[in-house]
């Protein structure tokens, strides 16, 4: 999932950038604060970090989700085993910060 979510970002690329061009015209027309005007803008560059980093975290979960944490024998021949799992993401806000995906898929 994280992989065709870094897929995405590169495939769609030049859509998200238009969308993100009519975001930044509108809240520039709000009176936004430039700091958070910042925040919202997005180029070429940025969204291609954003797929780089969401790759590099699907890499690394190969060595953190399935990993033998515990492993209790409870009877004879039964063995108890407590093994890392992905729970997924329940809530995400993203108020002024688009830039912020990788930072929530790494928690």
């Given at each position: 999932?994280?992989?065709?979510?870094?897929?995405?970002?590169?495939?769609?690329?030049?859509?998200?950038?238009?969308?993100?061009?009519?975001?930044?015209r509108k809240?520039?027309?709000?009176?936004?604060?430039?700091?958070?005007?910042?925040?919202?803008?997005?180029?070429?560059?940025?969204?291609?970090?954003?797929?780089?980093?969401?790759?590099?975290i699907?890499e690394?979960s190969?060595?953190?989700?399935?990993?033998?944490?515990k492993?209790?024998?409870?009877?004879?021949?039964m063995?108890?085993?407590?093994?890392?799992?992905?729970?997924?993401?329940?809530?995400?806000?993203?108020?002024?910060?688009?830039?912020?995906?990788?930072?929530?898929?790494?928690?």
């Amino acid at each position: 999932m994280i992989m065709l979510l870094a897929e995405l970002l590169q495939n769609r690329k030049q859509q998200i950038l238009q969308a993100n061009a009519r975001d930044l015209r509108k809240a520039e027309e709000s009176g936004l604060a430039t700091p958070l005007l910042s925040r919202l803008f997005l180029t070429p560059d940025k969204l291609n970090s954003l797929a780089d980093g969401l790759r590099q975290i699907a890499e690394a979960s190969h060595t953190v989700v399935g990993r033998l944490l515990k492993k209790i024998q409870i009877a004879d021949g039964m063995e108890l085993h407590q093994i890392t799992v992905p729970i997924g993401v329940l809530l995400v806000i993203f108020e002024s910060r688009p830039d912020c995906l990788p930072q929530i898929v790494s928690y």
